[in-house]
């Protein structure tokens, strides 16, 4: 489980520098303009915020996947990074409305692509927490 940690931290290290692109991929500037001042401040900071906080995680996965699997700290740890992605699991399902994404054959693949990995992300930190 070590070698699955370590590879989801660069994962997750990856998945938390690619946020630093969605002000451009959803052109914000454009898309944001109508919202006031602190709104639009706070889609920046918070995806930054979540960005950090996300590679945070994979570091934590990639420097010690040993602390994570033995210790009782890193057991509860893992237990709240699992309640983390199984929330934002359940986000995909029951909160963004699948006209975002149905009969869109990118939209699509990226709806299951991510939905298979917030799965993904549950499990193995439930079985780390549970090992």
């Not at 454009?30 to 960005?51: A, C, D, W």
């Amino acid at each position: 489980m070590i070698i699955q940690l370590k590879a989801t931290g660069l994962l997750l290290i990856l998945l938390g520098i690619f946020h630093a692109f969605f002000p451009g991929y959803f052109e914000w500037k454009k898309e944001l303009k109508p919202l006031s001042l602190i709104n639009r401040q706070m889609m920046y900071v918070h995806t930054f915020f979540i960005g950090v906080t996300v590679a945070l995680m994979g570091l934590l996965c990639l420097l010690v996947p040993n602390e994570l699997l033995e210790t009782k700290l890193g057991k509860y740890i893992a237990a709240g990074l699992c309640l983390f992605w199984l929330l934002r699991c359940l986000i995909q399902f029951f909160y963004y409305s699948s006209s975002l994404w149905r009969g869109r054959r990118f939209e699509t693949i990226i709806h299951i692509f991510f939905s298979l990995l917030w799965i993904y992300l549950s499990t193995l930190f439930a079985r780390v927490a549970i090992a």
